[in-house]
């Protein structure tokens, strides 16, 4: 299918007609005065006249300068070839995953498929590589925090990148107190800056909060306030106290605040089954964007209109020569 991306200068087509308004062109020459004139007349077969002469072109000329001008207009007008509709499906939603980094996460309380004991974040990693296996929709993002919160992973669509960056995580790389009130708050940036809206923020820490510049529960109405949902997920141990105490009245209160909800996570298993619960609450999301790809074939008239060109000129020269030896054999 052709399109033009400028149809409004097909106005310009009739503008040569306007030239007919116009006055001839007028050009004074000199004048030669010879005794011999009549003879001259004879001899050259040229009738006589007097006064101003206008030259016209022929029907082959006038015919030629308005496909010339014709193929010029088009050529402006810009045509182009549409192509059918191209639907492609990008990511419905942005995840960001924001994990505890603190000295806590090194108790080795885990196990896995093959009966190995592993420390918190051992296990973490392992459970999270599946979900990002799951989850071929999503744009996942990552999110370390410890004494402070530091981006690991912008949203990406790449899971293989964002896997090998979450394995790259150690504990203790971010500090080892607890502030996931500043996870949520940067968190919260990175979703003002993006450009989706289904927003999820899933927070893993084995700890309470032990001074986050702003604090979890304001960080979350915060969230609320942007359309961000948190779910939040306990993996230490309920009877920790001091430090590595678990705060779940003030996790509970932070997925309240924002539609999520808040899970506990004694072992991998329960670990593994609070990410199948978040998928059941997070379905799989695709938007569907549609495209018609476009080739400009604008070159097509300037090339007609410049073998035209070329032509006519070429036929004119041929004539001349030829006009030109014919006289000269006479």
């Known amino acids: 299918m052709i399109e033009l991306a400028h149809p409004w200068l097909l106005l310009l087509l009739p503008l040569p007609l306007l030239m007919r308004l116009l006055p001839p062109y007028r050009e004074s020459r000199d004048s030669v005065k010879v005794p011999f004139f009549d003879r001259l007349v004879s001899l050259s077969h040229i009738r006589p006249e007097t006064g101003a002469m206008i030259l016209r072109r022929n029907r082959l000329q006038k015919a030629l300068v308005s496909l010339m001008w014709l193929a010029l207009v088009v050529a402006a007008c810009k045509p182009q070839w549409v192509g059918a509709p191209i639907e492609q499906q990008k990511s419905g939603r942005d995840l960001m995953i924001a994990v505890d980094l603190s000295g806590s996460m090194e108790e080795q309380d885990f196990t896995l498929p093959d009966g190995s004991a592993v420390d918190r974040l051992e296990a973490v990693k392992y ?4 979900l990002a296996h799951q989850r071929p929709s999503d744009r996942l993002g990552l999110i370390v925090f410890g004494s402070a919160a530091y981006l690991q992973a912008p949203f990406t669509d790449d899971h293989a990148v964002w896997s090998s960056l979450l394995a790259q ?4 790389m971010a500090g080892q107190s607890t502030v996931f009130g500043d996870a949520i708050g940067l968190a919260i940036k990175l979703f003002i800056e993006g450009d989706s809206d289904n927003r999820v923020l899933i927070i893993l820490t084995d700890g309470n909060d032990t001074g986050s510049t702003v604090p979890p529960v304001d960080a979350a109405k915060v969230a609320a306030t942007h359309d961000i949902r948190i779910h939040t997920i306990a993996v230490g141990d309920p009877a920790a106290v001091g430090e590595e105490a678990l705060d779940l009245k003030t996790l509970a209160r932070v997925a309240e605040l924002t539609g999520g909800q808040d899970f506990q996570a004694l072992d991998r298993d329960q670990l593994e089954q609070v ?8 379905p799989a999301q ?3 964007v549609s495209f018609r790809p476009r080739q400009s074939l604008h070159w097509v008239p300037v090339g007609i209109a410049v073998c035209l060109y070329w032509l006519f000129h070429s036929w004119n020269a041929l004539r001349t020569w030829r006009s030109g030896r014919r006289d000269h054999a006479l």
């Open 169 to 172: 995580t150690e504990i203790g």
């Open 127 to 130: 459970v999270l590589a599946e």
């Open 275 to 282: 990410y199948s619960a978040i998928a059941a609450l997070e």
């Open 286 to 288: 695709y938007e569907t």
